[in-house]
Structure formats: C-alpha cells, structure tokens
C-alpha cells in the first residue's frame, strides 16, 4: 500500500523568471554568434535555449480541491494539494486527480434475493478520493475501480436479504431502506479502502421485483393487504359487540336470552364487517315465528 507524501512546489513566478532569464541569455549568445561572426557562441546559447524551455515546461497550476501527484523517473515523489501556481522539476510527471465530491448512479442490474426472487436493483454511491497515491499506484484505474466494486456490493447485499419480510419484524430490502443503505456504504468502504476512496453516502435508487414475478408479488401484496383489512375490521366489530352487549346488560335496558343474544351478535357483525351498506329488515312477529 502506497502512502501518500504531500510536497509543497516551488513558486511559479519564480519558476517563470528563471526560464525567462536562461532564455534571454540564450537570445543574448544567438545575437553575439551573429554579429560578431563566432559559431562558438551558438555551443553555449543551445544549451541555453533547451534549459530555458525545459524550465518552462515545470510550471503547473492546482485548482481548489484538485492535487497533483509528481512521479520522477518512475519514483513517486509526492503530492501537491495546495492550490496556485507552481513550479516543480521539468522531468516530473504531472498527474491531476480531483479531490471533489462524486456521485456514481450505479446501473439497474437484475438478481436473486434472499428468498431466491429475481429483482431489479439499483443505487447511487457519493464518494471522493482520500489517498491520492492508493488511488493512483494501488489500482489501475480507481474510477472503474468504484463502479466494479460498487455493483458487486449491490449484488452482495441483494443476496443477503430479502425483498420484504413475511413476518414484518425482520430486515428486509423494501422494509429497512436506512439499515440496508448503512450496511452497503459499510461494505463499499472496506471494498475501496485500498484505492485510497471514501465513502460518504450509499443508497438505493431503484428497487423492484422482476418482470417476470411482479404481476404475482403485486397480487400477494394485494391479498396480503386485504387480509390485514380484514382482520382489523373483524377485531373492532367484535370488540363493538362487546361493548354494546355490555352496557345493555350494565344499563339494564333489556334482558336477551342466549337465543336472541346471538341473533344481536350475528346481525351486528353483518352490519360492521359487510362492504355494502346493511339493508334493514322489519320483523313484525318473533324470532320463534
């Protein structure tokens, strides 16, 4: 693992002076060759000339939250965060990396969850690059480096839970968006910890089950729902049955038989549990009759 050294560069005016002033001096001997008629001169104001582009070609600039990593002759030298105009050995190799907030919106790619469902899954990742040299010697390439280990993060967690929990107690992908969003930025972070990346947010952007089974979950979560309807409404009508046959008997209006008391319970029930409105019914003689 390389480990980055920052270096602070030379000024760039003074980088630029002294590439002006070799290249005067090489103007200078040009001028004296051929005035004075001696080629001689023109050995030392070569040199000169090549000397002064050569300084020239040292200067660089680093804009705010952008570095420069300078390599020499295949020896990393350092870094150069500082931002400004600079000047550094000719021979350097200059290699900008951006220090500025990414985001990365992975692609929606298909695969099975815990359960075994196919679903389409997708998220989007917000990083930037912490080491510039891990980023820069430790990987080939630390962009397509993130976008790889960031899908197969995804693929990853998919697999470890499933889309939506039976028992509504349990992690699920659907169910416990924030636990399943923390536990894939702490995955990316050990992933790209060696290409020198942080990891500041990770989330899912898209999540669905596949086309091929969407039409019979879309349908369990129909009849899932419904039956959840249902036993809400049941256990109310019957908690009303209660209290009404409670406070008749507190209240001393009427005294029912068990007879006409399950007569009461059942049309009441009909008339709190039906879809439709109760349509009432005039009894004109017993329930004996």
Request: hydrophobic share 45%; net charge neutral.
């Amino acid at each position: 693992m390389t480990n980055e050294r920052k270096v602070t560069a030379w000024s760039g005016p003074l980088g630029l002076t002294v590439g002006l002033l070799l290249g005067a001096l090489a103007i200078n001997y040009f001028i004296g060759a051929i005035s004075k008629e001696t080629p001689g001169l023109l050995i030392v104001a070569l040199p000169l000339l090549l000397l002064s582009i050569l300084a020239l070609t040292g200067l660089f600039t680093v804009q705010p939250n952008q570095a420069v990593v300078l390599v020499l002759f295949g020896t990393y030298v350092g870094t150069v965060r500082d931002a400004g105009w600079w000047w550094t050995n000719p021979f350097n190799l200059k290699k900008r990396i951006s220090l500025r907030v990414r985001s990365l919106n992975g692609h929606t790619i298909k695969v099975n969850d815990k359960a075994g469902n196919p679903v389409e899954i997708a998220a989007v990742l917000v990083w930037r690059v912490r080491e510039t040299a891990q980023a820069t010697f430790d990987v080939e390439d630390y962009e397509a480096f993130v976008a790889v280990q960031s899908e197969t993060a995804v693929r990853h967690l998919a697999s470890e839970y499933p889309y939506d929990a039976q028992d509504h107690e349990g992690l699920s992908l659907r169910g416990s968006t924030d636990r399943v969003s923390e536990t894939l930025r702490h995955e990316l972070q050990e992933r790209l910890r060696q290409a020198g990346v942080d990891v500041m947010e990770a989330r899912l952007s898209h999540l669905a089950y596949a086309q091929e089974i969407a039409g019979a979950m879309l349908q369990r979560q129909q009849a899932a729902a419904i039956i959840a309807a249902r036993q809400m409404i049941v256990d109310g009508a019957v908690g009303m049955v209660e209290m009404a046959l409670e406070r008749l008997k507190r209240n001393h209006v009427i005294e029912l038989d068990d007879e006409r008391k399950a007569s009461m319970v059942s049309n009441l029930l009909v008339v709190l549990c039906s879809e439709r409105a109760a349509t009432p019914v005039l009894n004109t003689g017993t329930l004996h009759q």
